[in-house]
T-cell receptor, first 110, second 112 residues
Framework: QKEVEQDPGPLSVPEGAIVSLNCTYS??????FMWYRQYSRKGPELLMY????GNKEDGRFTAQVDKSSKYISLFIRDSQPSDSATYLC??????????FGQGTRLTINP | DAMVIQNPRYQVTQFGKPVTLSCSQT?????MYWYQQKSSQAPKLLFH???????NEADTPDNFQSRRPNTSFCFLDIRSPGLGDAAMYLC???????????FGQGTRLTVV
């Protein structure tokens, strides 16, 4: 079993839809959670960082963490074609080791 | 302004010929990471430095080495690249314990 599970998709939604991306994890030692966006042939770009259960909002993006269920989500409101990318969840194990999910490939159709 | 800079963006090397990838940062972060990412896969941690302390992952092949001569620079050396080493190599930095990591644009390595 992988430490971090993420549905690779692909996920295709119409422009303007609300997108929900999810990851589950097995290691209760994970304390810090991140979401990255990665465009083709580019490095991952940090979108959201959180370390507590609950919601964190930044513009059209909301990150949700449920530590009791070992489940994290990223919601994208009013999705745009420019949001088309691969979204990676990542979790910090111990002090420094960052463990990634496989990534979900998202396409927003105009 | 780019804060984690990787050079070159694209590198072609011959099978078995040593190659070095470089990473520099302007963030003055303590931690520098090297990840390998193959197509449609998650980034895989090869090793990281916390300041000068080197931390190797147990499953990182001996073929991969790293150097960090100072805070700003970190190098990935592949001593004898094989076809299976063709991948995107990502450098990242963070301040340290419990902090987020920032990535460079990556170096895409092709082995011919």
């Amino acid at each position: 079993q992988k430490e971090v599970e993420q549905d690779p998709g692909p996920l295709s939604v119409p422009e303007g839809a609300i997108v929900s991306l999810n990851c589950t994890y097995s290691n209760s030692a994970f304390q810090y959670f991140m979401w990255y966006r990665q465009y083709s042939r580019k490095g991952p770009e940090l979108l959201m960082y959180t370390y507590s259960s609950g919601n964190k909002e930044d513009g059209r993006f909301t990150a949700q963490v449920d530590k009791s269920s070992k489940y994290i989500s990223l919601f994208i409101r009013d999705s745009q074609p420019s949001d088309s990318a691969t979204y990676l969840c990542a979790m910090l194990q111990g002090a420094q080791k960052l463990v990634f999910g496989q990534g979900t490939r998202l396409t927003i159709n105009p | 302004d780019a804060m984690v800079i990787q050079n070159p963006r694209y590198q072609v090397t011959q099978f078995g010929k040593p190659v070095t990838l470089s990473c520099s940062q302007t963030l003055n972060h303590n931690v520098m990471y090297w990840y390998q990412q193959k197509s449609s896969q998650a980034p895989k941690l090869l090793f990281h430095y916390y300041d000068k302390d080197f931390n190797n992952e147990a499953d990182t092949p001996d073929n991969f080495q790293s150097r960090r001569p100072n805070t700003s620079f970190c190098f990935l050396d592949i001593r004898s690249p094989g076809l299976g080493d063709a991948a995107m190599y990502l450098c990242a930095t963070s301040r340290g314990r419990g902090t987020e990591a920032f990535f460079g644009q990556g170096t895409r390595l092709t082995v011919v």
